[in-house]
């Protein structure tokens, strides 16, 4: 690790000569990159994403004081500071540091604390943001682990993992635990893959003759800035209601697609098939839903959409459905692929790749035309398979390449993608690279 110990090192000076000491220890927490399995973890499916060896880094030093004070290395991210006593997360301005303060206030909550220490902290991060690759997450997985060394305690990962899920949903985005999932479990050289209710990870080993390329679209997406990533959310949690009142299932308990195919005890082909009985492909009004579910659009509004969703006016909830269950199939074999590694088994994964972006552009419809622009021209120039990944609607592509064309596949796209275009400035290492499964969250002792 002699880049990690190099920025350690910068960091450490940088530290000295913002706070006039030296910090006590440091946090780091991965990026992620989704090699499968997009949009389905917050509908209750599994998941196979692995560590990126980009991160979110923190020197910190507890103080004496009740107050937290952020630096970032980045000009660009103002310095803020708080009481620990007042911590305020503004929804509607998601300001860089609201991330770290979702995971300071997890950990306060989690064991009902009040007038904790202070902390100075010095926040570094080379993962691209707003780019898909859980920049976001990785540093409110920092926070969280930060506070918790700071104040002597300890927890599983698994646990860390489902408390930093939990309060990233204070700034107002509900997502389904990936991403603070694999930034804790996560194992040098292997994926996971990342199973819900119990949380659960499970090694899913790579084929050795294919790598993993990153590829920036160069659109930023910021989910927590939108609605798109909530409106998605709110679509699958009215698509499991109106397919589980169709079953006559307990319809008003139910959240998540998972359960329904739970409570009626059915293969993902055979949900596919019942989403065709159930719903229709044009989209929905919340008239058309509150009365397919007998309640009135008060209940429908205060008790099931989300504040940023109460004004939408249509839903497309068999898209939404049709994608989640084919997508939650395409999650399962891919690492049955992997498992079984036939002689063609770089050709298999890249044919699910792709289905899983015609599926992410036309049935979830959160993809942009920029990244399928770049999906085409991966797949162009050797990419057995390309996808987008992330919430998607900007951000970054996933590749498989084989191990023999890569030096030629990454001249080749950026040529193609980033030279032709005003793009090139964009381009450097964090634009477009080959990486391979890292580790997940660690602290480290000054000496």
């Not at 209750?44 to 030093?61: F, K, N, R």
């Not at 050289?189 to 209710?197: Q, R, Y």
């Not at 329904?260 to 009985?277: R, Y």
């Not at 044009?282 to 940023?308: A, D, G």
Request: contains cysteine; aromatic residues 8%.
């Amino acid at each position: 690790m002699p880049v990690l110990y190099d920025r350690l090192l910068k960091l450490k000076d940088m530290f000295n000569s913002k706070f006039g000491s030296i910090p006590k220890f440091y946090v780091r927490a991965p990026g992620r990159v989704n090699i499968i399995g997009e949009h389905i973890d917050y509908c209750g499916y599994a998941v196979l994403p692995m560590a990126v060896e980009q991160d979110m880094l923190i020197a910190v030093e507890p103080v004496k004081t009740q107050t937290i004070r952020l630096i970032n290395t980045n000009p660009l991210y103002p310095d803020f500071s708080t009481s620990v006593n007042n911590i305020q997360i503004d929804k509607t301005k998601p300001q860089w540091h609201n991330y770290f303060l979702c995971g300071f206030k997890g950990i306060q909550e989690r064991f009902c604390l009040s007038n904790l220490t202070g902390m100075n902290c010095l926040v570094d991060g080379n993962i691209p943001p707003s780019s898909g690759l859980s920049s976001s997450s990785a540093l409110v997985c920092c926070a969280g682990l930060v506070t918790l060394t700071a104040l002597g305690m300890s927890l599983s990962k698994v646990e860390l993992a489902e408390i930093c899920a939990k309060s990233e949903r204070y700034i107002g985005t509900e997502g389904g635990g990936m991403d603070q999932s694999i930034s804790f479990l996560a194992e040098e050289g292997t994926a996971k893959l990342i199973e819900f209710s119990p949380l659960r990870a499970t090694d899913v080993k790579l084929p050795s003759g294919a790598v993993f390329v990153i590829a920036n679209s160069c659109v930023e997406m910021n989910k927590a800035a939108t609605s798109y990533f909530n409106i998605r959310v709110t679509e699958c949690r009215l698509a499991a209601k109106l397919l589980a009142k169709y079953k006559s299932l307990q319809w008003d308990e139910v959240l998540r697609l998972e359960e329904v195919q739970a409570k009626l005890g059915v293969s993902l082909e055979e949900m596919l098939l019942i989403t065709e009985d159930a719903l229709h492909p044009e989209p929905y009004s919340p008239e058309e839903i509150c009365s397919c579910l007998e309640i009135s659009l008060e209940e429908l509004r205060t008790q099931i959409l989300s504040p940023n969703t109460q004004d939408v006016l249509h839903f497309k909830l068999y898209q939404r459905a049709k994608h989640v269950y084919s997508e939650a199939a395409r999650v399962l074999q891919f690492k049955k692929i992997c498992e079984e590694a036939p002689d063609n088994v770089v050709q298999l994964l890249g044919e699910l790749m792709n289905q899983s972006h015609v599926s992410c552009r036309d049935m979830f419809e959160c993809s942009c035309p920029e990244l399928d622009q770049l999906v085409d021209i991966c797949r162009k120039f050797g990419a057995q398979g390309s996808r987008l990944t992330g919430a998607g609607w900007g951000g970054c592509t996933v590749s498989i390449v084989p191990a023999d064309k890569l030096s030629s596949f990454l001249a080749n796209v950026q040529e193609a993608y980033y030279q032709r275009s005003d793009r090139s400035s964009a381009l450097g290492t964090q634009s477009l690279f080959a990486t391979k499964p890292g580790g997940g969250a660690l602290v480290f002792l000054e000496a």
